[in-house]
């Protein structure tokens, strides 16, 4: 069964630093993954989309990368904001899960603050 | 660009009681998931639809009703509500099954007392 683990859970910065949230999954047969970022109170809004057949993607002073045969997957943030401060999360969507085919497993997220 | 909405955002309800969460996207895609996110298990699939009058159950769906008659509206319906469907429930969509974004909406906050 697939399992996604995110460490840590929570991780406090001072405003200015670049840091590294980790994920790691226990079954590399993935269609892809995906990072979330969720607000107290709020949805999850998409961040990055990595296909399997990808070792990283950019947007911003984010960036995601891939390592299936490990599975692994980092979320690079350059340069911190306190805007930054929010909940992480990772999802990987299995290429066989049963019937349920469109299902994501999600980690429990890493709580990030930035703090001026 | 309403995008996804969901209503109501809060609601409490009696054990027992027939609840129905509705959820309203505006942008034609296919796939409608419902989620639930509970503190120590993170979020998780209760049920979701490929089409109009396609659906399938996740990992959770015990309980839980759903119907897609129009492709823009994924109602979930609790039918007999328990304490332990006290919980996070997020609406989402995507074009696509695979290799799309997934977009989600506010979510629903209900407590069964």
């Known amino acids: 069964k697939q399992e996604v683990t995110q460490i840590p859970a929570a991780l406090s910065v001072p405003e200015g630093e670049n840091l590294v949230l980790n994920c790691s999954f226990t079954?590399?047969?993935?269609?892809?993954l995906q990072w979330f970022r969720q607000d107290p109170g709020k949805g999850l809004t998409s961040l990055l989309l990595?296909?399997?057949?990808?070792r990283e993607q950019t947007s911003g002073r984010l960036n995601a990368s891939l390592d299936k045969s490990s599975g692994r997957s980092t979320l690079y943030i350059a340069a911190s904001q306190p805007g930054d401060s929010a909940t992480y999360l990772c999802?990987?969507?299995?290429?066989?899960?049963?019937?349920?085919?469109?299902?994501?497993?999600f980690g429990k997220g890493t709580k990030l603050s930035v703090k001026p | 660009d309403a995008g996804i909405t969901q209503s109501p955002r809060y609601k409490i309800t009696e054990t027992g009681r027939q609840v129905t969460l509705m959820c309203h996207q505006t942008w034609s895609h296919s796939y409608m998931f419902w989620y639930r996110q509970d503190l120590g298990h993170g979020l998780r699939l209760i049920y979701y639809s490929a089409a109009a009058d396609i659906t399938d159950k996740g990992e959770v769906p015990d309980g839980y009703v759903v119907s897609r008659s129009k492709t823009e509206n994924f109602p979930l319906t609790l039918e007999s509500a328990t304490r332990s469907q006290t919980s996070v429930y997020f609406c989402?969509?995507?074009?696509?099954?695979?290799?799309?974004?997934?977009?989600f909406g506010e979510g629903s906050w209900l407590t069964v007392v």
């Open positions: 990595i296909q399997s057949s990808q």
């Open positions: 989402a969509s995507s074009l696509h099954l695979s290799g799309n974004t997934i977009y």
């Open positions: 079954d590399s047969a993935i269609y892809n």
């Open positions: 999802a990987v969507q299995p290429l066989n899960y049963g019937g349920s085919q469109g299902n994501l497993i």
